[in-house]
């Protein structure tokens, strides 16, 4: 089982497998984020859903809100009612027939997740509604979370600044509430083991550190749009790292502990470490320009591309590489175990 989490600001990016499946072909992913990686997990879903099983969507937008750089605001704070959920619709329809994305009806039955805290001013509540608003429409298994006092956040239960308290440090918030381990347990079936209150999970597994370069830099074929190599490989950074609670005996940067807040305060790892999953993050790199992304957001506006959203953008078609390599790892290894 993998599941794929998308952060706004660190730009944390997490695949999840369960290591107890050994049939790395029909490995179940989910993908997820906060803010701008809710927006990219939705992209991801949409255009990837025969693939996908499942999308977390914390405060973030739906899909193909923005268009470009001038619908920003507009998916941000609004006014909601000039945010279409028919032409959204209409708009993946067409991108279906034009063979840009998969089939939508892949995405029956599929759990969803949704979460916007009452007092966020960033991303409005009634943006990130709309997501419902267009999951039922595709028939989504959907569990929503519009209750937490929360603002623009990462909610926790034990790490981060008051749950009303934007925290523009790491965006993480203490809100008595764990976010990570609700979410993925809605989806990947509702069987996870959850951490024990008050008290520590030990993290005993592996963090291996990869080069991003081989998944960067797709042919200039599926890379639409005017986007030159150049900034394709500015934009996401040169290493990613992947948790894994079995030790493979790779090169590693020592201990699972590397310093990235997000990696390590979010409770992904707690979840991981109880579960048996693997979790992978790739990071972006912020740029001052080709493209302008002063704070490391994935492209939910058309920074890389015209065409963000669909399966050939660089974005996209890199981190769908992560997840078949991760996949092809996990079958090899299940493999040589059985033998």
Known sequence: MITVSFNIFLIAFVIVILLAETDASHINVTVSGIS?????????????????????????????????????????????????????????????????????????????????????????????????????????????????????????????????????????????????????????????????????????????????????????????????????LKWISETMFLYNPINWGWPTSGKWFIGDTFIIKTGYLEVAELNNLIVLFPQITPTADSPINPIGCWDWWGATTPHYTIKAAPQMFSVKQMIETIRMINGAIATSAEQ
């Open 36 to 232: 701008a990686g809710a927006a990219m997990a939705v992209q991801f879903h949409m255009a990837y859903s025969k693939e996908i099983s499942g999308c977390g969507i914390l405060a973030g937008p739906p899909y193909l809100c923005a268009g470009n750089v001038t619908g920003i605001t507009k998916c941000m704070k609004g006014p909601v009612e000039n945010i279409s959920a028919l032409s959204i619709l209409l708009k993946l329809e067409s991108y279906i027939s034009a063979g840009y994305i998969d089939s939508l009806s892949n995405i029956e039955n599929d759990s969803v997740y949704i979460f916007s805290g009452t007092k966020d001013l960033v991303t409005l509540p009634s943006i990130v509604k709309l997501n419902e608003k267009i999951y039922s429409v595709l028939g989504a298994n959907i569990k929503t979370n519009y209750d937490l006092p929360a603002t623009h956040g990462f909610p926790t239960d034990n790490f981060g600044e008051s749950c009303d308290v934007l925290n523009t440090k790491n965006f993480i918030n203490n809100c008595g509430f764990n976010m990570a381990y609700d979410m993925l347990n809605h989806l990947h079936g509702g069987q996870l083991i959850a951490a024990k209150s008050n008290s520590a999970t030990p993290l005993v597994g592996q963090m291996i550190v990869f080069q991003q370069a081989n998944f960067q830099n797709p042919p200039p074929s599926l890379a639409l749009g005017d986007i030159s190599s150049i900034s394709v």
